[in-house]
C-alpha cells in the first residue's frame, strides 16, 4: 500500500466531472471489450492445441509472426486489405501447420512432454528468423484508408478497425465451437483429445486428426497476426510476447472449450485497460496484475474460468 | 522388434503407447525419433552462429587497433541498432581510408568487432566481457540505449578500457563515479526541452500539454524533465502518466488522456519513450480520434521506420534530434560539415543518415583524436587524452565535463514535413517553419 501511495503522489488523477467521467466509464468498457476479443483471437489456436494434442506450442506466437507479415505483404504487394485478405492469411497458415505437424512434430508426440516443449521452441527460433532474413528486423505497420474511421457519440469513439477485428474474434471463436461440436471431424478432433487410444480403435486417423488440429492451431494464430498488424507496429521480436500472452490467457481461461479463450481474453484485457485507471494503479502494473490473476485462478480454479476436464 | 508387431495391421508410428508394445516405444524414441530433431539441432544451430558469422571483425595485427561493441542487431531495439553500426562503420571505413590513426612514428588501421546482443542488456555485458577478455579490443563504443550502457561501463570500469558512448543519453549512466566512461551525445534532460522551446517559441503556443513516459530510466529522467521546464515556462501539465516500457497497446493511458485537460484533449502530447511506442501512440490516437494540435516524441520521429510505419500521418509531428544534416558546424575531421556527411553516408549505405548514425560516428572520432594527443594506444593514455579533449567536429562539439558527458553541445528539433525530415528549431539552422496546429488525424 505504501509503494502504491507514494507512486501515486506525482500522478494527476482523471477530471472528475460527472459527465466526462460517465463517458470515460463508456469508453474504458468499450476497449476492454474490443481488446480482450483480440486476446481471445491471440490465444484460440494455443488453447486448442494444447487441449486436444497436450502440447504447450511455444511457436504459436512464430505463427502470429507469419500470420501479420503475410498480411503486410499482401497489403504492400498485392494491395489486399488484411481483413479481406483473412481467408487467405489462415489457408497459408492452414498449410504450414499441417506440414510442420506432419513432418516434426508428429515424430514426437508421444515423447515426454520436454521434447515438444523444446521442438516448439526451436520452431520459434527457426521461423522468427527466416521471418526476419526475409522481411529485416525493420518494424512495420499498415495504414488503411478507414483507420481512424469509427462511431464517434459525445466523447465516445468506437473505432472501426478494432470493432471489426473484435468481431471477427468473435466470429472464429463461434466458428470453431460450432465446427468441434457439430461436425464429424470435429468430433473426431474431440474424440482424439479426449481418448487417443478409444479414438484409433474406432478407426479415427491419428496423425491425420492430429495435423489438422495443429494446421487449425497455425490458422488461427495467423488471423490473429494479420488482425494485429493493421492495429499495432510490428517487427519480428514480438512472437514471444504473444506466445506468453496466449498461454496466461489460456490458463485464466482454461482449456476446453473455444470459450474459454474469450473469457481468459477479457479477463487478462480487463487487467490491461480498466484496472491500470482505478486511482492508485498505474498502467506500470498490468503485467503484474494479469499475473496475479493467474496466479489467483491456478490457486483457487486450476481448471481456469470456464475450464473442463476434457476439450468438449 | 518388428516381429512383436506383426499381428498388427497399422503401421509403427500408430501404435497405442500401451502396456505391451512400451518396451519398442521406449527404445524407438531414442534411434526413430530423435533424426529430425538432431536435424532441426542442426539447423538452429546454424542459424544462430550465422548470427554471429555475420558479425565482422578483422583479426588484429600489430598495427590494427581493434574497437568492439555489443550493438542491438535483432530485438525490440533492432533498427536503431543497425543505425549504430553504421556509424561505427562509416567511420572506420572512413579513417581507414584517410590513412589510419598516427601514433607518433606508427600508424594503426582500424577495425571493429561487434556482436549481436539482441536488445538484451545482460547480453549486452557478457558481450563487453568477451570482447575484452577474449578478443582483446584496444578500446570500446558504447551498445544501443541506456539500459545496455549502464550494464557495459561496469564491465569498462572493472577492466580500465576506455569506453565512448553514442546512444545513451540517461543521467545514471554518468553519475556512477566511473572514470572510463565517455558519452557524446546531449544528456537525457535536453531532449523534450528542446521541443518545448520550439512550441514556446510559437506566436500562440500550446497551453496544456500532456506528458507520457515509459518507465526505462531514460525515459523517466527525459519525462521529468520536461514536467519541470513546462510548468517553470508557464505551460500547463494536465497529464502525466508513466506505461510499461515496451507496451503493445496504449488505450488505457490515451483514453484517459482524452479528456485530462478540463475534459478536453490537451494542446500537446509529448510522449518520452522508444520509437515503436511513439508509433503506437499515433496509430492509437487515430484509431481513438485524439486530436491533439502537436505531437511530439523524443525517440522515433528521427529514424526512417517512423515514417514508413506511418505514412501520412507521420506528418507535423516533432521529435528531438542530436544532430541533422542541416546544422552548420565546421568540424576539423575528415567529414567536415553536415551536409558532406550525409553525402558520404548516402553514397554508403544508400539512405539518409540518422542522428544514432551521426553520433556513433562521432564516438569514432572522439577516439581518433583522443589517440593521436595522447600519443599512445595505452588506454590510461587515451583516457587522460579523452577528459581533456575539446574539438569541433561535423557533429558538434565534442567535449566532456568531469562525468564524461557532453553539456556543451545543443539539441535539435525536427519535424515531419509531407515525409520529409526538416529541421524546426533552434531558429538559427532550421531549414523549415514549424508548422502548427496539426490537422485532424482523420482528415489526411
Not at chain 2, 508394445?21 to 544451430?45: G, V
Not at chain 2, 557532453?406 to 538559427?428: C, D, L, R, S, W
Request: hydrophobic share 45%.
Amino acid at each position: 500500500m505504501l509503494v502504491l501511495a507514494v507512486r501515486s503522489l506525482p500522478v494527476r488523477r482523471l477530471p472528475f466531472h460527472r459527465e466526462v467521467s460517465a463517458m470515460l466509464i463508456a469508453q474504458v468498457i468499450v476497449n476492454w471489450l474490443l481488446l480482450g476479443s483480440l486476446y481471445a483471437a491471440v490465444a484460440l489456436g494455443f488453447s486448442l492445441v494444447w487441449g486436444i494434442m497436450n502440447i504447450v506450442n511455444l511457436a504459436h506466437g512464430a505463427f502470429i509472426l507469419v500470420g501479420a507479415y503475410t498480411a503486410y505483404w499482401a497489403f504492400t504487394q498485392l494491395h489486399i486489405d488484411p481483413f479481406l485478405g483473412l481467408p487467405l492469411t489462415m489457408l497459408l497458415l492452414f498449410c504450414l501447420g499441417w506440414v510442420v505437424q506432419y513432418v516434426a512434430i508428429n515424430r514426437v508426440i508421444r515423447a515426454p512432454f520436454l521434447v515438444t516443449f523444446l521442438l516448439t521452441f526451436g520452431l520459434d527460433l527457426l521461423i522468427a528468423d527466416v521471418v526476419q532474413l526475409l522481411f529485416t528486423s525493420d518494424r512495420r505497420s499498415i495504414n488503411t484508408a478507414y483507420s481512424g474511421f469509427g462511431l464517434t457519440l459525445g466523447t465516445l469513439h468506437i473505432p472501426f478497425d478494432r470493432l471489426l477485428a473484435a468481431l471477427i474474434a468473435v466470429l472464429l471463436t463461434a466458428a470453431l465451437s460450432l465446427f468441434l461440436q457439430r461436425t464429424r471431424t470435429g468430433n473426431a478432433i474431440l474424440a482424439t483429445g479426449m481418448d487417443r487410444d478409444a479414438a484409433r480403435l474406432m478407426g479415427i486417423r491419428i496423425d491425420r486428426i492430429y495435423a489438422l488440429t495443429f494446421g487449425l492451431g497455425a490458422a488461427l494464430a495467423g488471423a490473429a497476426g494479420a488482425m494485429l498488424v493493421e492495429l499495432y507496429p510490428f517487427d519480428p521480436s514480438q512472437g514471444g510476447v504473444f506466445t506468453l500472452r496466449a498461454f496466461v490467457i489460456v490458463v485464466l481461461g482454461g482449456l476446453g472449450t473455444p470459450w474459454g479463450a474469450l473469457a481468459g481474453g477479457l479477463v487478462f484485457g480487463l487487467a490491461e485497460t480498466v484496472v491500470p485507471l482505478l486511482p492508485g494503479i498505474g498502467p506500470g502494473y498490468d503485467d503484474a496484475i494479469a499475473f496475479a490473476l493467474m496466479v489467483l485462478v491456478l490457486i483457487f480454479r486450476p481448471r481456469g474460468i470456464l475450464g473442463k476436464a476434457f476439450y468438449a | 522388434m518388428i516381429h512383436l508387431f506383426s499381428y498388427l495391421h497399422l503401421p509403427r508410428r500408430h501404435l497405442a503407447h500401451t502396456g505391451h508394445d512400451s518396451s519398442f516405444q521406449s527404445r524407438s524414441s531414442a534411434t526413430h525419433l530423435s533424426l529430425p530433431i538432431i536435424l532441426l539441432s542442426l539447423l538452429l544451430i546454424l542459424f544462430c552462429s550465422t548470427g554471429l558469422l555475420a558479425c565482422g571483425g578483422t583479426a588484429s595485427s600489430s598495427n590494427t587497433l581493434l574497437f568492439g561493441a555489443p550493438i542491438s542487431l535483432t530485438g525490440s531495439t533492432a533498427t536503431e541498432g543497425h543505425l549504430t553500426l553504421e556509424g561505427y562503420q562509416l567511420w572506420v571505413k572512413e579513417v581507414n581510408a584517410h590513412g589510419g590513426i598516427k601514433v607518433g612514428n606508427t600508424t594503426y588501421q582500424v577495425a571493429l568487432k561487434y556482436y549481436d546482443d539482441g536488445s538484451s542488456p545482460t547480453r549486452s555485458a557478457q558481450l563487453t566481457q568477451q570482447l575484452i577478455t577474449a578478443d582483446k579490443v584496444n578500446f570500446l563504443l558504447g551498445p544501443y540505449g541506456t539500459s545496455a550502457t549502464l550494464q557495459d561501463e561496469a564491465i569498462a570500469e572493472r577492466y580500465k578500457i576506455p569506453m565512448v558512448e553514442a546512444n545513451g543519453a540517461a543521467k545514471a549512466i554518468f553519475s556512477r563515479g566511473f572514470h572510463y566512461i565517455f558519452g557524446v551525445l546531449s544528456p537525457a534532460s535536453e531532449y523534450a526541452k528542446v521541443m518545448l522551446e520550439a512550441a514556446l517559441s510559437l506566436p500562440t503556443p500550446p497551453q496544456t500539454v500532456a506528458i507520457i513516459s515509459a518507465n526505462d530510466s531514460f525515459s523517466e529522467e527525459v519525462a521529468t524533465a520536461a514536467r519541470d521546464f513546462a510548468s517553470s515556462h508557464g505551460m500547463e501539465v494536465v497529464y502525466y502518466q508513466t506505461y510499461p516500457s515496451g507496451a503493445t497497446d496504449l488505450t488505457g493511458v490515451l483514453t484517459a488522456l482524452k479528456t485530462s485537460a478540463h475534459g478536453g484533449v490537451p494542446d500537446m502530447l509529448l510522449g518520452s519513450g522508444h520509437e515503436s511506442e511513439a508509433v503506437t501512440t499515433m496509430k492509437e490516437c487515430k484509431q481513438l480520434n485524439i486530436n491533439a494540435k502537436l505531437y511530439a516524441f523524443t525517440v522515433g520521429p528521427a529514424t526512417p521506420d517512423f515514417i514508413t510505419s506511418l505514412g501520412p500521418d507521420a506528418n507535423y509531428v516533432l521529435g528531438s534530434s542530436q544532430w541533422t544534416p542541416q546544422e552548420r558546424y565546421q568540424g576539423i575531421d575528415f567529414f567536415g560539415t553536415p551536409a558532406n556527411y550525409e553525402r558520404i553516408y548516402k553514397q554508403t549505405f544508400g539512405h539518409e543518415p540518422s542522428y544514432q548514425s551521426a553520433e556513433s560516428t562521432a564516438a569514432g572520432l572522439a577516439f581518433q583524436y583522443a589517440i593521436q594527443n595522447a600519443g599512445s594506444i595505452d588506454p590510461q593514455k587515451v583516457r587522460d587524452a579523452l577528459a581533456r579533449l575539446n574539438i569541433t567536429t561535423f557533429y558538434g562539439v565534442i567535449r566532456f565535463d568531469a562525468t564524461g558527458a557532453n553539456t556543451f553541445k545543443p539539441m535539435a528539433t525536427i519535424q515531419i514535413q509531407n515525409g520529409q525530415v526538416v529541421t524546426v528549431y533552434p531558429k538559427e539552422i532550421a531549414n523549415a517553419q514549424l508548422l502548427y496546429p496539426t490537422p485532424p488525424l482523420s482528415q489526411r
